[in-house]
Nanobody
Framework: QVQVVESGGGLVQPGESLRLSCAVS????????MGWGRQAPGKSREFVAH???????NYADSVKGRFTISRDNAKNTVYLQMNSLKPEDTAVYYC?????????????WGQGTQVTVSS
């Protein structure tokens, strides 16, 4: 019923920028938070950024000062502006939507978008 689709990934050089987008569609429900995670080859998925229903944000220490998460509630879309990219940022980036349905909480993840930072 719910579709989460990321876009905006690509290949960039160190120091350059990318903006990722994540659009959520499907049945009407209340999204209380959205976020981004990433996974590099051979590693576990890790937290990147999060924005809750009150607009409060949180970031992994590794991206603080470089990444900015924002959202457009009217479009059910969340963004991740990534500046000053480093090779260690290379990963598949996944978007998650946190919502309630029938009184129960759910986390729906997208299929990811590849970000490669190559020198």
């Amino acid at each position: 019923q719910v579709q989460v689709v990321e876009s905006g990934g690509g290949l960039v050089q160190p120091g350059e920028s990318l903006r990722l987008s994540c659009a959520v569609s499907g049945s009407i429900f209340s999204i209380y938070a959205m976020g981004w995670g990433r996974q590099a080859p051979g590693k576990s998925r890790e937290f990147v950024a999060h924005i809750d229903s009150g607009g409060r944000t949180n970031y992994a220490d590794s991206v603080k000062g470089r990444f900015t998460i924002s959202r457009d509630n009217a479009k059910n879309t969340v963004y991740l502006q990534m500046n000053s990219l480093k090779p260690e940022d290379t990963a598949v980036y996944y978007c998650v939507a946190n919502y309630f349905r029938d009184g129960n909480p759910y986390d729906d993840w997208g299929q990811g978008t590849q970000v490669t930072v190559s020198s």
